[in-house]
């Protein structure tokens, strides 16, 4: 192999940050030649203004300066012409056409909302944390944050505001955040400005463009933090995702627990599966070994024995009891998971158990058709 193909071989296993796939693969890679030691390369972006470009071109100048023989590297950025854009972006959807939602029943993608009945009970940051905590187990993590009016997903995760989408023609790669691929209305919007006056049918158009115009690539897990309570938006991801999973979370207090069983209700009345209950705020020990349960005890459980259909073999189980933490909230409020920043909180150590547990679970292929024929004669060999 000559010095200029080994160049080009390292060069191409660069992967591009946003899309997170090898730049040769997606037809980044031009000319590359090689005189005395000193490596030319040539690269295009995406777009004009791609906010990866400098840690792109970065990367493929360390890349090409490791090979053996080359002395010093010249990189050359260039951008696709709407020609190359369109051929990337064809090759991106994989054979499906626009518009397309890529989370259907047939999809090996494990998509899971987390809802809960009331606010202020921690679902943001329970799935915020649960995200990054499955992204640090090595798996591929897409989290919507459809909960438009009360968006906090991107400070939680710790994306800068006015941290928006790139977009390639009508394709949006959403920002990665902890090893989380995230969108949330609130990056369209402008520090402080809120979203009033929206009704049903501008939800359900939101929360279908976060599904079917955002390219999250090969996930394991999509997770989708709703919105608290059983309004449009519930109703129209039960429309457009009758085969999601559900997590219901809730906080022990009475008051909580009640609206989070309606929660679980309403969703498994659309079709989907509640897989199991999350305690918030769940009492907690002092340094004394004191014992403290702020917001009562015994929520968690309650809710998932009244979402329980033992009759049909349909025990929803009470996953996780996380308890009150002041770290939690720090976290929060840093953009830090605490699954990442204090992994041996109390609280960081039930989420992770967690993330541990649902990672266990994933999609089989029973029952689904997979896209794969056999020639007429490899079908009779077998």
């Known amino acids: 192999m000559s010095l200029s193909d080994r160049v080009r071989q390292a060069v191409a296993a660069v ?10 693969d997606l037809d980044m890679v031009r000319d590359i030649s ?17 906010p990866a470009a400098a840690h792109i071109e970065s990367d493929v100048r360390r890349a090409a300066a490791s090979v053996p023989e080359v002395t010093d590297v010249t990189v050359e950025v ?28 047939d999809s090996l993608t494990r998509v899971i ?35 438009v009016h009360g968006f906090s ?9 006015g941290t928006q989408p790139t977009r390639i023609d ?22 402080g400005e809120a979203v009033v006056a929206w009704r049903g049918p501008m939800l359900h158009r939101t929360v279908q463009q976060f599904l079917t115009d955002v390219f999250f690539g090969d996930l394991d897990v999509l997770l989708i933090d709703m919105p608290p309570g059983t309004g449009d938006i519930a109703i129209s991801v039960g429309q457009i995702l009758p085969h999601a999973e559900v997590i219901v979370v809730t906080t022990p207090q009475g008051a909580a627990s009640d609206v989070a069983i309606r929660s679980g209700l309403v969703a498994r009345q659309t079709g989907q599966h ?77 989420i992770i158990q967690l993330a541990d547990r649902l990672s266990h679970r994933t999609r089989g292929l029973s029952g689904r058709s997979l896209p794969i024929s056999l020639s007429r004669t490899a079908a009779s060999e077998s």
Do not use: W, Y
């Open 78 to 105: 260039g951008v696709m012409t709407p020609a190359e854009r369109k051929a990337l972006t064809e090759k991106l959807r994989d054979g499906r056409p626009p518009r397309q939602m890529p989370f259907g029943a």
């Open 34 to 50: 090689v005189d005395d030691g000193h490596a030319h390369v040539g690269i295009v972006l995406t777009i004009v203004g791609c």
């Open 274 to 350: 509640v897989i199991g209950v999350v305690e918030n705020m769940a009492a907690f020990t002092l340094p004394d070994g004191t014992v403290v349960d702020l917001f009562g005890s015994g929520g968690g459980a309650e809710v998932a024995a009244a979402l329980s259909q033992p009759d049909e073999g349909d025990e929803v189980p009470l996953l996780a009891s996380v308890p009150l933490s002041a770290a939690l909230r720090v976290g929060g409020d840093a953009g830090v998971p605490i699954v990442l920043s204090d992994p041996e909180d109390a609280a960081a150590q039930s």
């Open 170 to 191: 009508d394709l949006m790669l959403p920002p990665v955040a902890h090893g989380v691929k995230t969108i949330s209305i609130g990056m369209f919007l402008r520090d």
């Open 113 to 147: 909302l987390v809802s809960s009945g009331k606010g202020g009970v921690g679902k943001s940051t329970i799935t915020a944390n649960l995200a990054a905590a499955l992204a640090a187990k090595g798996l591929a993590v897409g989290l919507i944050d459809a909960d």
């Open 15 to 24: 992967t591009d940050p946003e899309l997170r796939r090898p730049i040769g």
């Open 153 to 161: 997903i991107p400070g939680l995760l710790g994306i800068p505001t």
